[in-house]
């Protein structure tokens, strides 16, 4: 089956924004292929842009190191953006919660949470998350200087930005909502949590609760987007691709893959963690295009005929398809090692890439997506074991494997997992969404939707379901701030 040229021309767009480029600079090295598709599985969540200007402020914010530390005098300065347009004296604040990611003025200047902060006459503000965009307290990033990255702290970070606001006399009898896509999700459900009396409320679009080291049903919920949305063919292409190149490198003809996949040298086919790490990269990918999927727009479809119009052969598709995704490299970079040196270098050279996220991930979350649930097209060949090792190799000898699994069950006895003792909170969660499955048993299942897919204004083309979502959390602002 081909796919006609066009569908190519209408993607280019699309993939040229989600190919993470090299920023220049003379100390700058490659970023190895595994973090790119990382990164975009971490990228903040897509709106669509604003059709009106929007006047947001920037501001700073003087926050402590650490906020659970009287002793320690250290400060810096976390950048937060204020939209103020539809602002009248007294009204609610609607704060947008940073994950991990750089905020952009976007998210404040449209979507669905702008309507009703509109609605309301509210403020909009849409705060930076510690270690990320130019959030920086500290550094070099160092294994030391980085346990001042946690949620705790983040939160905390939040509490000081309300509070200043609240000085002001415009704020002093506003009231607080917060939202939060994701992670920021998480935290928008655990800040009500932790500091109950701080809001009044708060929106939670696909959080995932439950911390788990091998994340492995991740990846069947993809691969059900894609045999639901794309099509049969187009699962069992990837699946009978993937098997393929599999069977090449247990075979003993590794050398034979590398060459097929456009490898670079200083992969070593016969080098176990280097194997892990191909194949979670190409799953990544598939991911990364199915986490912001929009079933209205068939999407999925589309990716999956361009991936057919390549080549007639799937092993062949598969790769270029690979190599398109990542801006069609000299040569696709992934190695284990090089993702170990990158975050070694990152250390120094803060470059946004997502080591203080994968800190995160080691000492508090984990959900590292592995291949171990077989109800996918991926194949077998990444465990998390690949995310583990990274942990140990990259922070040091104290993140073995069970101080990993020891500091996620602190998470979940802290936090509860899936069944936060929280009230006036809304959670939803797309129904082909990966993060769903450690999302809360209560939370609002959106079919076929995808990660965040309620962030946007409500639009003629949303499904029943998806409105009546969207037409449910506005109610239930009301409700909260009545």
Not at 406 to 414: G, S
Request: glycine residues 6%; negative net charge.
């Amino acid at each position: 089956m081909k796919y006609f040229p066009v569908v190519l021309a209408l993607l280019v767009s699309l993939v040229s924004a989600a190919t993470l480029k090299n920023s220049p600079g003379s100390n700058q090295i490659s970023i190895p292929a595994f973090l790119q598709t990382l990164n975009q599985l971490h990228r903040g969540p897509p709106l669509p842009p604003s059709t009106k200007r929007a006047n947001v402020e920037t501001r700073w914010f003087n926050q402590s190191l650490d906020n659970f530390d009287d002793t320690n005098k250290n400060v810096w300065d976390q950048r937060v953006l204020i939209n103020e347009d539809n602002f009248v004296d007294g009204s609610p604040i609607f704060i947008y919660l940073g994950g991990e990611w750089a905020i952009d003025p976007s998210a404040i200047t449209s979507g669905l949470w702008v309507d009703i902060a509109k609605e309301h006459n509210g403020s909009l503000v849409y705060t930076e998350h510690r270690f990320f965009g130019e959030s920086i307290p500290i550094t070099p990033l160092s294994t030391k200087n980085l346990k001042y990255q946690s949620v705790e702290q983040a939160l905390a970070d939040v509490v000081n930005v309300i509070k200043v606001l609240k000085e002001e006399d415009k704020y002093k009898e506003s009231k607080v909502v917060i939202s939060g896509c994701s992670y920021s999700a998480s935290m928008a459900v655990w800040f009500k949590l932790l500091y109950p009396d701080v809001i009044v409320g708060s929106w939670a679009s696909s959080a995932p609760l439950d911390a788990i080291v091998d994340f492995s049903d991740f990846m069947e919920i993809v691969g059900r987007a894609y045999r639901q949305l794309g099509g049969d063919y187009c699962y069992d292409l990837i699946d009978n691709a993937t098997s393929y190149y599999e069977d090449l490198f247990q075979t003993g003809q590794g050398a034979r893959a590398k060459e097929l996949l456009n490898l670079c040298d200083s992969f070593d086919e016969n080098n176990e963690r280097d194997q892990w790490q191909i194949f979670s990269s190409i799953a990544n990918i598939f991911a990364g295009i199915a986490q912001y999927q929009k079933p209205e727009n068939y999407d999925l479809a589309q990716y999956c005929s361009v991936l057919r119009s390549f080549d007639d052969d799937d092993a062949s598709a598969l790769s270029q398809f690979v190599q398109w995704r990542l801006g069609k490299p000299e040569c696709v970079n992934t190695r284990y090692q090089g993702t170990v040196d990158y975050y070694k270098w990152s250390k120094n050279n803060y470059d946004g890439s997502g080591l203080g996220w994968f800190y995160q991930t080691c000492r508090q979350f984990g959900w590292f997506q592995s291949s171990a649930n077989k109800n996918h097209p991926f194949g077998s060949t990444f465990p998390a074991t690949l995310y583990t090792d990274t942990c140990h190799d990259v922070f040091g000898s104290q993140y073995t494997s069970a101080k990993i699994e020891e500091y996620i069950q602190a998470t979940n006895k802290k936090y509860g997992g899936k069944h936060p003792a929280v009230e006036n909170v809304y959670m939803t969660h797309g129904g082909l969404d990966g993060w769903s499955r450690v999302g809360s048993d209560s939370a609002i299942i959106i079919p076929q939707a995808s990660h965040c897919s309620d962030s946007g204004s409500i639009n003629p083309t949303d499904s029943a379901a998806l409105r009546a979502t969207k037409e449910r959390l506005i109610e239930l602002v009301r409700e909260w701030l009545a």
